[in-house]
C-alpha cells in the first residue's frame, strides 16, 4: 500500500517562505503531485514531480527526491490568499493510476 | 465546459436511509474517482472507474456502491446510510495516458455535503 507523511499545520507571514516537506512509501511509484484546497472548496492541482528535481511554476516549486522518498512543496512570496491545506499525493501506476493523498498541511498567512 | 459537477451539493439522511450521488463530467475522461473527506482529513479513495462499464474498489469502499453505465457520469450509491458515512463526497476525473511524465491531473467536483443523522 502506500503512506504518506507531511506536516498538520503551517504559518508565516505574507512575503514569506513556506516549505512542505512530503515522505511517501509506496510499492508502485509513479509521481509525485500536490494539490490545494480552500476551506469549502475542491482540490486543485498545483505541481506534479515524475522525476528527481525541482519544478518552479510562479511562486510556486515542488523538489522531488525518488532514492529518498521524499519531496516538497515550496510557496514563495506568501500571499493571504495561499491560506489554504495543501496535500501530497502519489500516482499508484498498478491500480487505474488512483492517487493516495497525504493528511493535509493546513498553511496559514498572516498580515 | 462545466468540468465536473456533482448533485446534490447539501443532503441530510436518516440512519438506514439511502441515496445516489451523481457525478457528471464533459472533458471525455476515461477515469473517475470517488473521494470522501472528513474534517481535517486529507481525501480517502471510495471507488474508482477506468473506462465506461468497469469499476473498483479503493481504500473505504463498505457500505458504498458504484455505477458506470455511461462514460461522463459515475454514480455513488449509499444503501442503508449510518452517521460514520457524515462526510464531504469529491468525485474526481482525469485522462491519463499512463506515461510516466504525464501529470494526469484528477479534476474534481465542487462536493457533497453529506449529513448521516
Known amino acids: 500500500g502506500q503512506s504518506l507523511e507531511q506536516p498538520s499545520e503551517v504559518t508565516a507571514v505574507e512575503g514569506a517562505i513556506v516549505q512542505i516537506n512530503c515522505t511517501y512509501q509506496t510499492s508502485g511509484f509513479y509521481g509525485l503531485s500536490w494539490y490545494q484546497q480552500h476551506d469549502g472548496g475542491a482540490p486543485t492541482f498545483l505541481s506534479y514531480n515524475a522525476l528527481d528535481g525541482l519544478e518552479e511554476t510562479g511562486r510556486f516549486s515542488s523538489f522531488l527526491s525518488r532514492s529518498d522518498s521524499y519531496g516538497y512543496l515550496l510557496l514563495q512570496e506568501l500571499q493571504m490568499k495561499d491560506s489554504a491545506s495543501y496535500f501530497c499525493?502519489?500516482?499508484?501506476?498498478?491500480?487505474?493510476?488512483?492517487?493516495?493523498f497525504g493528511g493535509g498541511t493546513r498553511v496559514l498567512v498572516k498580515p | 465546459n462545466a468540468g465536473v459537477t456533482q448533485t446534490p451539493k447539501f443532503r441530510v439522511l436518516k440512519t438506514g436511509q439511502s441515496m445516489t450521488l451523481l457525478c457528471a463530467q464533459d472533458?471525455?475522461?476515461?477515469?473517475m474517482y470517488w473521494y470522501r473527506q472528513d474534517p481535517g482529513m486529507g481525501l480517502r479513495l471510495i471507488h474508482y472507474?477506468?473506462?465506461?462499464?468497469?469499476?473498483a474498489k479503493g481504500e473505504v469502499p463498505d457500505g458504498y456502491n458504484v455505477s458506470r453505465l455511461k462514460k461522463q457520469n459515475f454514480l455513488l450509491g449509499l444503501e442503508s446510510a449510518a452517521p460514520s458515512q457524515t462526510s464531504v463526497y469529491f468525485c474526481a476525473s482525469s485522462m491519463t495516458s499512463g506515461e510516466l511524465l504525464s501529470t494526469d491531473t484528477q479534476y474534481f467536483g465542487p462536493g457533497t455535503r453529506l449529513t448521516v443523522l
Open positions: 472533458m471525455n475522461h476515461e477515469y
Open positions: 472507474s477506468v473506462g465506461e462499464g468497469t469499476t
Open positions: 499525493a502519489v500516482r499508484d501506476r498498478a491500480a487505474g493510476n488512483k492517487l493516495t
